[in-house]
T-cell receptor, first 111, second 115 residues
Framework: EDKVVQSPLSLVVHEGDTVTLNCSYE??????LLWYKQEKKAPTFLFML????IEKKSGRLSSILDKKELFSILNITATQTGDSAIYLC???????????FGQGTRLTINP | DAGVIQSPRHEVTEMGQEVTLRCKPI?????LFWYRQTMMRGLELLIY????????DSGMPEDRFSAKMPNASFSTLKIQPSEPRDSAVYFC?????????????FGPGTRLTVL
C-alpha cells in the first residue's frame, strides 16, 4: 500500500525560529512530491519536486527531495505568525493522476 | 482566472437526508478530484475523473456515495442517505495534464454536518 508519513504531527515554535518539516514515503511508482499549505480553508500549492538534490525556494520557504532515502524536507526560516497552518505532503504516482497525502504537520508560530 | 468553485460552503442536514455537493473545476482542466477531510483520517481521495469519465472510485466509502461529471465544467457528489459519520469537509480539486500535471488546485470546500 502506498504510504506518506509526515513528522512531527504538531510543532509549536516562536516567531523568528527556523523549522524543518519532514515527509517520508513508500510508494510503488514515484513521480513527484508536492507540498501544500492549509490555513483555515483549502490547501494551497507550495512546491512540486521531481529530482533529487535540487532545492526549490520561495521567499523564506525551501524544499528538497532525496529519492534515494525516500524523503523530503520543507524548511521555513524566520517564521512569522502567518506561517501557522497545516503543511501537507503528497506524492504523485506514475500511471495514475492521483496524489497520496500524508496526515499533515500542524505548525503553530507564537509571537 | 476563477479557481475551483464549490457549493454550498456549509450544509447542515439530518440523518437519512440526501445531500448533493457541487463543483465547477478550473476551465481547461481535464482532471477532477473529490476528497474528504476529517481530523481522524486526514485528507482522503474519494474519486477522480479524467475528461468526465470516472477513473478510480476505490476511495468511495460505500454505496451511499455517488459522483457524476455530466460535462467538463460540473460535477456532483451525492450522499444518500446521509449519516452522522459523513460529517467532514469535502474538497473538490482539478488539474491539467499540461505542465505541472500533478499540481492540483483545491476549491474552498463544503463543510457538511449530519445531525
Amino acid at each position: 500500500e502506498d504510504k506518506v508519513v509526515q513528522s512531527p504531527l504538531s510543532l509549536v515554535v516562536h516567531e523568528g525560529d527556523t523549522v524543518t518539516l519532514n515527509c517520508s514515503y513508500e510508494v510503488t511508482n514515484f513521480r513527484s512530491l508536492l507540498w501544500y499549505k492549509q490555513e483555515k480553508k483549502a490547501p494551497t500549492f507550495l512546491f512540486m519536486l521531481t529530482s533529487s538534490g535540487i532545492e526549490k525556494k520561495s521567499g523564506r520557504l525551501s524544499s528538497i527531495l532525496d529519492k534515494k532515502e525516500l524523503f523530503s524536507i520543507l524548511n521555513i526560516t524566520a517564521t512569522q505568525t502567518g506561517d501557522s497552518a497545516i503543511y501537507l505532503c503528497a506524492v504523485g504516482l506514475q500511471g495514475a493522476q492521483k496524489l497520496v497525502f500524508g496526515q499533515g504537520t500542524r505548525l503553530t508560530i507564537n509571537p | 482566472d476563477a479557481g475551483v468553485i464549490q457549493s454550498p460552503r456549509h450544509e447542515v442536514t439530518e440523518m437519512g437526508q440526501e445531500v448533493t455537493l457541487r463543483c465547477k473545476p478550473i476551465s481547461g482542466h481535464d482532471y477532477l478530484f473529490w476528497y474528504r477531510q476529517t481530523m481522524m483520517r486526514g485528507l482522503e481521495l474519494l474519486i477522480y475523473f479524467n475528461n468526465n469519465v470516472p477513473i478510480d472510485d476505490s476511495g468511495m466509502p460505500e454505496d451511499r456515495f455517488s459522483a457524476k461529471m455530466p460535462n467538463a465544467s460540473f460535477s456532483t457528489l451525492k450522499i444518500q442517505p446521509s449519516e452522522p459519520r459523513d460529517s467532514a469537509v469535502y474538497f473538490c480539486a482539478s488539474s491539467s495534464r499540461r505542465g505541472g500535471r500533478d499540481t492540483q488546485y483545491f476549491g474552498p470546500g463544503t463543510r457538511l454536518t449530519v445531525l
